[in-house]
């Protein structure tokens, strides 16, 4: 007879993986990576004290970390971001439009 092994069931992310989670989908929904260096701080100030209410459990300590993490994401090594740039999607979209244009002038 075989035996069964006994999982326990998973509890999934705790809340401080989940509110970094949230941090980081927040930071590329928002464009907050092309940003000054003060909008991010100003930012930064405002959506770690939504993500403090979403997430009550979390204390002044983990909020800060929370914060140094999200001020690191936005400041790569590599800068690849150009402030002002269009975005790669606007670029796509221009560049589909002049298509068109080109298509039926001709």
């Known amino acids: 007879m075989s035996r069964k092994k006994r999982t326990s069931p998973s509890k999934g992310p705790s809340d401080i993986e989940q509110a970094r989670n949230d941090l980081f989908g927040h930071i590329h929904r928002c464009g907050v990576l092309r940003a000054t260096e003060e909008q991010q701080l100003e930012w930064m100030d405002d959506t770690i004290e939504y993500l403090g209410e979403c997430y ?3 204390g002044e300590e983990e909020l800060a970390d929370l914060k140094t993490m999200g001020l690191r994401f936005c400041r790569p090594v590599i800068d690849n971001a150009v402030p002002g740039a269009p975005d790669e999607q606007e670029q796509v979209q ?5 298509e068109e244009i080109a298509a039926s002038a001709a």
């Not at 221009?94 to 002049?98: K, N, P, T, Y």
């Open 94 to 98: 221009d560049e589909a439009g002049e």
């Open 56 to 58: 009550p459990a979390l």
